[in-house]
């Protein structure tokens, strides 16, 4: 089945830095790759989301890539502030019509320092 | 619009204990999902739905029924609590299927003693 593996667990950064999540999934059919947001008490939030068309997609100080081959999409902050502090999801799904199913990764608690 | 709203916020049960935890949006959203939520395991998908009358197994199944009688509400019933099921339960909705934004409910936090 569709499985999808995260990196790093816990990233810190400097407020401006940049930081990079890196995740992979398993099944080659995955065509849809969303990221979240999940602030402290609250449920996940959609921030960015990209298609297996697509090798990059940009929002302002967020960026996802994808590389198909390798099976491994990134998510990109830049110029980072402290409200991006928080635990950030990726996922893949295999979607066809009203079906599939949206698995996760482990998560990424990340914690800008001002 | 609400949204997805969970209820109860918070419950704490004993073992071989029943509960429902309940979930409902309104916005006409067909496919809705249920995961629980536990730390260094990310999101788990438990159920889904594509709609009404319509259910299937995610990742995680065992120990849960749901069912999905109208539109609106997807209810997950835990059957005989376990220790192992303390978690984090999150409700989330889409208009058409998984390809697409998910809507996340509050969550409920569920304690098995």
């Known amino acids: 089945g569709e499985n999808v593996e995260q990196h790093p667990s816990t990233l810190s950064v400097q407020e401006g830095d940049s930081a990079v999540i890196k995740c992979t999934y398993s099944?080659?059919?995955?065509?849809?790759f969303p990221w979240y947001k999940q602030e402290l008490g609250k449920g996940p939030q959609l921030i960015i989301d990209?298609?297996?068309?697509?090798g990059e997609k940009k929002d302002q100080r967020i960026a996802v890539t994808l590389n198909k081959t390798a099976k491994h999409f990134s998510l990109h902050i830049t110029e980072t502030q402290p409200e991006d502090s928080a635990v950030y999801f990726c996922a893949a799904s295999i979607s066809s019509g009203n079906t599939g199913k949206l698995i996760f990764g482990q998560g990424t608690t990340l914690q800008v320092k001002p | 619009n609400a949204g997805v709203t969970q209820t109860p916020k918070f419950q704490v049960l004993k073992t071989g204990q029943s509960m429902t935890l309940q979930c409902a949006q309104d916005m006409n959203h067909e496919y809705m999902s249920w995961y629980r939520q536990d730390p260094g395991m990310g999101l788990r998908l438990i159920h889904y739905?594509?709609?009404?009358?319509?259910?299937d197994q995610g990742e995680v199944p065992n120990g849960y029924n749901v069912s999905r009688s109208t539109t609106e509400d997807f209810p997950l019933r835990l059957l005989s609590a376990a220790p192992s099921q303390t978690s984090v339960y999150f409700c989330?909705?889409?208009?058409?299927?998984?390809?697409?934004?998910?809507?996340f409910g509050p969550g409920t936090r569920l304690l098995v003693l």
């Open positions: 990209i298609r297996s068309n697509v």
């Open positions: 739905s594509v709609g009404a009358g319509i259910t």
């Open positions: 989330a909705s889409s208009y058409q299927g998984a390809g697409e934004t998910q809507y």
């Open positions: 099944d080659s059919a995955s065509n849809y």
